[in-house]
């Protein structure tokens, strides 16, 4: 990744998929004294305007915010005659013409980088909104907008949830209607940010590229970059930061620490290179801080809003996760299921790893936050074909992918939720999901089909018994199963009572709107993937109160009014 190498001194002033569906812009001319003082004041000789222009075709893009610091992302496309080793500058302002300027500096990048470039922009104000844009070779990107995290008391906040966003399966109507919304605090994207298919293999409305699946870092950068020369996906990445974690389909499908369905050795290569390859087109191209350079699989990575929210985002898939077991138990209507029993009951088996718990166990009981968000790729609540109390075996499960294929593991996390005499319970956790497609509102309990709550069961009338909630968000494109009547839906919340809500058949994101008495899910829905739209509509809300750890129905709360304006 290109990396800041020197700052100018700054102006006087202030500153600153799942188990059911397994089997452009152009660069923008800008005008105005200070910005093409920035633009032109190049000291390097092959960073002169006019020697071998370049374009900005992928964009801007922010991420990682922190209260005094926030990645700044872009790639300036190479033309014939680029050189090799290419300064850009930046300007971080307080305003859309970036005439109040904060922060600026250069950046160097070239072919190791794929002329791709991140500015860690430091020295800004908390809880505050920037815009900002690069120059090189006398062209100027488009400006993007983001925003620092806030700092002490927080009263609201506004995220978006997204995830599994196939270029191949449909057009990113969803993310351009995030982008219109200018009283996002941030855009928290769980995973499946891109698909490593070939033509027509999990999606037809769009053709990937390259043409094959991807295997090799070449491939892994083509398919990034076609990504990012998408319309939508630049209008959201332009006016929000982005919070992201991957799945497992930034690198292939159902991986774990070893190995992956959807990798052949024989034909495709050695695993370890193939995940190699595809972290560093990740780190390349995506608006990340990289926790270890030394140890690129490790991504966990914590924010504080303020008092309001801690929010660990979890690596389930690279560092540390055991194999999937085989579900190998038909169950008439959906397939194959299992049972906790014999191996998947191992205490040894993890997805994330005894570091990672123990660093997750550590944030959730020493955050003075008033909600602990934990946002990740698989469903956390259990999901079964066969109902039964832990007592009666706990029932048949349907994915060993999620969760659920790591029983033990979850049931620390619960021990940690729960407390015991010697640590206090840790309230108001909040899950956050992608992965499978498809919209889910659960209470969180370990014991659902247990009736009786002084035993450690759950009550579905009350939600007494519950010590959490999951907010599961839909995809941005990937498909889920025809549910047309919703009896699909209708069937699985039968046997879950913990479920409050599911939808299998329209895609969106989610909108958390935050304050200290409660957190409010809202699931928003566009009409269509196939075609460019902009239709959008409200699909419902649950709601959590502090204290409570149980759902609620809600409403579709207010936006802010006082909403910063958007880059134009």
Known sequence: MGQPIRKTPRPPGPTRRGFFTRGGGAALALAGAPMLAVAHDDDEDEDRPGRGRVTFEHGVASGDPLQRRVILWTRVTPVASTPRKLFVRYVVARDPQLRHVVDRGFARTGPEQDYTVKVDADGLRPGTTYYYAFFSRGVASPVGRTRTLPQGRTERLRLVVAS?????????????RIAERADIDAVLHLGDYLYEYGPAEYGSVRTPEPAREMVSLADYRARHAQYKRDADSQAMH??????????????????WANGAQNHQPATEGDYATRVSAGLQ???????????DP??????QRAFRFGDLVELA?????LSARSQQLPATIPIPGFGTGFVQAGAFADPSRTLLGAEQEAWL???LRGSPAVWKFIGQGVMFAQLKAVAAPLAAGGGVFLNPDQWDGYQPARDRLYAVIKGDATMPAVDNVVVLTGDIHSSWAADLTQDPNNPVVVAGGYNPATGEGSQAVEFITTSITSPAIPDPTGSTAARLRAINPHFKYIDFTRRGYLLLDVTRGKTVAEWWYVDTVDSPSAVHVFGTAFEVSAGSNRLAPSAMTTPRTDAPPLAR
């Open 164 to 176: 599994c966003s196939n270029h191949a399966a449909g057009y990113f109507n969803a993310y351009a």
């Open 238 to 255: 332009r006016q929000h930061p982005v919070i992201a974690i991957w799945d497992d389909h930034e690198i292939t499908n159902d991986t």
């Open 281 to 291: 087109a990740y780190y390349e191209w995506m608006p990340v801080r990289q926790p």
């Open 294 to 299: 030394r140890e690129p699989r490790r991504n």
């Open 313 to 317: 985002m979890l690596e389930e898939r």
């Open 361 to 363: 166990a550590g944030r």
